[in-house]
Nanobody, 125 residues
């Protein structure tokens, strides 16, 4: 099993920045990909970004490309999401997830096996 704990959410004004962290524990050697997803009220959970643990390859949703950056610290078993130029439409609960499968970067949340509890990000206009 893998446990994921997010932190770093909060309230920020439009144009501001936040950095989310997700610390993994347990069978971390089984993790090959980690991703960030978000869910706004009344909407489905959507892909934000993903990173391959081995080589740092990344993929982003078009809506955040150029504003958000996903990165990882292998020594700390932690993945980060740096969010800049935040917009009110970025308001959501942000979840990190882990995928214990080798292969390409994937955006489908159903293909991730482990999930954190979520952290709220609110962007005011």
């Amino acid at each position: 099993q893998v446990q994921l704990v997010e932190s770093g959410g909060g309230l920020v004004q439009a144009g501001g920045s936040l950095r989310l962290s997700c610390a993994a524990s347990g069978r971390t050697f089984s993790i090959y990909h980690m991703g960030w997803f978000r869910q706004a009220p009344g909407k489905e959970r959507e892909f934000v970004a993903t990173i391959r643990w081995s080589d740092g390859s990344t993929s982003y949703a078009d809506s955040v490309k150029g504003r958000f950056t996903i990165s990882r610290d292998n020594a700390k078993n932690t993945v980060y999401l740096q969010m800049n130029s935040l917009k009110p439409e970025d308001t959501a609960v942000y979840y990190c997830a882990a995928r214990p499968v080798v292969g390409g970067l994937v955006r489908d949340p159903d293909l991730y096996s482990y999930w954190g509890q979520g952290t709220q990000v609110t962007v005011s206009s």
